[in-house]
Each structure stands twice: as C-alpha cells, then as structure tokens.
C-alpha cells in the first residue's frame, strides 16, 4: 500500500501547496511594502521552498529550439520518427544552411533507470552542431495501460535493434549509463546475424558492464540482497486513477529516494543555499538551483519485469561478461562483434558505475580490430560529468564526434588513419 500511501500525502498536500505558492506570490509582490524588507524576502523563501519540496515535478522539456552549425545559428524542431509503447524515439531535425554536408546519425540511448531522457539534454545540446541526433524518449510505466502488455530486458533489447533498423544504415548508437547492458546485447545479436544494419559505432558511457570491478555502493546493494528482497520490497503497483493502474511497477518516488540518500548531506546543503540565495535576493544562483532540481526530482516508474531482469542479469549473475547472457532463447556472443567500432568513456570519480565497469568490454568484445576499438578516462568528473557539464563539453563530446567521424562507413572506404587509443586525459598511448 505504500504507492497509494504516497499518492493519498501528495492529494492531502495539495492545498497547503497551493496556499503556500500563493503566499509566496503575495510576498514577492512589489505592491506589497513587507516584501521590501528582510521579512517579507525570508517568508518569500520559505514558501517557495515548502512548495518545491512537496511538488510532484513532471517531465520537463528538452527545449533546445537553437544550434550553431558552420557558426550560424540554425532552428531544431523536435519530431518523433519512431514509437511504441514504451518508447517514443525523437529526432532533433535541423534546419541545415545550404550545401552543408550529410552529417552523421547518431542514436543516442537514454537510461530507463528513473529519470527521463531530457538529463540527456546537454548531451543532444554538444552533439548537435556535428551529427543528425536521435534519443529514446522513454515513457513513464505508470502511464502506459495493462493492455498494452509488459517490458522487460529483452524488450528493451528488441526495441534498440528495432530503432536501428528505422534509423538505416550507418548509424552510430552511444549509450549513456544503464543502457551500456543491453545496446552491446544488442549490437552483439545483429552482428551475429550478419545484419546490414548493425551500427557502424558504438559508445558505451558510464555503462555497469561487469559491476565486480570496482564496486559501488550500488552494486553492493545488489549483492547482499536476494532477488526476492526487490521484488516484496521495491514492486508495487500503480494505483487509481492513472492509466497503467494495477501494472506492477518500481515506482519513481523509491528510485528518488535511493537516490538523494546516496548524498543526503549535499541535498540538505543544497536547500539551506537556495533559502539564503532567496533572501539575499541572488537571482542567479536560486535560477541554477530550480533548473538542476527540477530535472533531478522528476522521476518516472520502471516496469516490475525489467527492473528485476535488469537486477538479477547485469548487477547480480554478472551474465554478460561471463558469457551467460541470454536474448530469449538465444547466447549473447559479444564475440560476434566484429564491424562495429567500439568506443567506451568513463569518469575517474564516478559513484554509480566504478572505474573498469564500462572498459571491461573492450575485454568481452575480442574480434573488434585494434583500429576500430579506443577507451578514453576523463579525469576529475563523477557519474553526471561523463555525459554533461563543461568537461563533456570539451574533453569527451569532441572524441565522441571524431571517432564517430573516423568510423563512419564512408570513412572505412577511404584509406585509414591511425587512431590514438587515448586512455586517460587526453594521454595517448600511441597509434592504434
């Protein structure tokens, strides 16, 4: 009953949200001589933040109507070209000026891990001068009606060769985070059936390839607890009125929670700042705040069959780098990859997915050719930092760009150039 425990606190907060938001108003009015004075900027501030930390915060926007190609500033519109159930795949189609050249395709796997595919913004936002960019977008479980059937690892799996085969050939997929799993399974199943359609690279991020390297806290929670734990524990259903009322599902609200308790002392921190950025009236920090939280606190459900599948095969068994994966009835033989071009980023600080996580499959993939496989470590950045903020920016959204440049099929055509192997901060340690 906990998820119709949590729905009944937010109905029941509703009108001191409302009363709160309206009082925050009153006391941010000029008209208002109070809101002038340090009372009426604390009391401004404390409900505003009342209201914020009882919100449910929806999905938010990509909003990136503008990029800047050949250094003119060029309109993005947003269009869905592919759609399922659980998944809308949207294409960031630019307005090219004339005689510029085909751009790559990169399709770019966003996690179904909790939050929704707009954390990925800054990541679409730095690939966007150099590449046609595609993003699954995927949907929040509980709005998704019993009729239309289950989701599971395997699905997930299905559903990526699926965009590839909509997207065409030579495309290039990247696979930010928790997707690294099943894009490599993925890729790993066209190649072994000779598809024409398999892509031409692959970048795996931050991805829990083999989680006995350097096991975080959230690998270890994985291997002190049972199966069945997850599924009494974090399994629950969706209650009325929403659309997928009675699929069982790990609601957001948990996921958040796991989250937040991984660093409470920083959230709690984080709060006291933006209280004292309202009084001081400092606009721009209490700006920066609202825009980071209101992604972060937006969280979506995951179905109860992927999120246990996903458990038990990638953080528990440890399946696919020991061979012992399984697409339905069929091996994953990451050995079979042998014409996609591998590249994997990690981050030195990351707290989620250690470092030698994501590495480890340049270990499992044995027959990709040395020229076409590249690892890089970008230093000083946590988890967040491998796909977005400055240093994604300038250090790892270039190297994704010109690998995928380097192995694009009309680049194989041509003669090859030697490609440095770069394995930490931009130290390479020689040509491929």
């Known amino acids: 009953m906990y998820y119709q425990l949590y729905e009944l606190n937010h109905a029941m907060m509703a009108p001191w949200r409302a009363a709160a938001d309206q009082m925050r108003i009153a006391f941010r009015n000029p008209l208002n001589p109070i809101a002038h004075t340090y009372l009426g900027r604390t009391m401004a501030a404390g409900f505003e933040v009342l209201e914020r930390s009882t919100r449910r915060y929806g999905k938010p926007d990509f909003d990136l109507p503008h990029t800047t190609i050949d250094g003119k500033s060029v309109s993005v519109h947003e269009k869905i070209v592919w759609k399922q159930p659980f998944c809308n795949l949207i294409h960031f189609e630019r307005c090219l000026p004339a005689g510029h050249p085909k751009d790559p395709k990169i399709l770019i796997v966003a996690p179904m891990s909790g939050h929704y595919a707009t954390l990925?913004?800054?990541t679409v936002e730095a690939l966007l001068p150099h590449a046609e960019v595609h993003i699954t977008d995927w949907v929040d479980a509980r709005m998704v009606p019993l009729a239309d059937g289950g989701f599971d690892l395997d699905d997930y799996i299905d559903y990526v060769i699926q965009m590839l085969h909509a997207l065409g050939p030579d495309t290039h997929v990247v696979a930010v985070c928790q997707p690294a799993v099943p894009v490599l399974a993925a890729v790993a199943v066209m190649e072994a059936d000779n598809d024409p359609l398999a892509p031409s690279t692959m970048t795996l991020m931050g991805g829990p390839i083999d989680t006995r390297i350097n096991p975080t806290a959230v690998n270890q929670l994985a291997k002190e607890k049972p199966?069945?734990?997850?599924?009494d524990n974090v399994i629950m259903p969706v209650p009325w009125p929403q659309p997928g009322f009675m699929r069982m599902v790990y609601p957001g609200f948990l996921q958040l929670s796991g989250f937040m308790s991984m660093n409470l002392d920083r959230h709690v921190i984080?709060?006291?700042?933006?209280?004292?950025h309202l009084v001081k009236n400092d606009g721009d920090a209490a700006e920066k705040h609202r825009d980071f939280y209101d992604e972060y606190l937006a969280v979506m459900d995951l179905t109860a069959?992927?999120?246990?599948?996903?458990?038990?095969?990638v953080f528990m068994k440890h399946a696919l780098p020991k061979g012992e994966m399984m697409h339905r009835d069929r091996p994953v033989d990451t050995t079979a990859i042998r014409n996609v071009a591998l590249l994997t980023v990690e981050g030195e600080n990351d707290d989620i997915s250690g470092v030698g996580q994501t590495k480890a499959a340049q270990t499992i993939c044995t027959n990709i050719p040395d020229d076409m496989r590249m690892h890089y470590m970008q230093p000083d950045v946590g988890h967040y930092?491998?796909?977005?903020?400055s240093r994604f920016r300038k250090e790892i959204a270039p190297?994704?760009?010109?690998?995928?440049?380097?192995?694009?099929?009309?680049?194989?055509a041509k003669p090859a150039k030697p490609v440095p192997r770069v394995i930490k901060g931009g130290k390479s340690d020689g040509a491929a």
């Not at 199966?227 to 599924?231: A, S």
């Not at 190297?399 to 194989?412: D, L, M, N, P, T």
């Open 399 to 412: 190297r994704i760009v010109s690998f995928v440049q380097a192995h694009g099929k009309a680049s194989r």
């Open 120 to 122: 990925l913004r800054g």
């Open 305 to 313: 069959e992927f999120y246990l599948q996903t458990v038990e095969t």
């Open 270 to 276: 984080a709060h006291k700042e933006f209280f004292a």
């Open 227 to 231: 199966i069945e734990w997850f599924r």
């Open 385 to 389: 930092g491998v796909f977005n903020g």
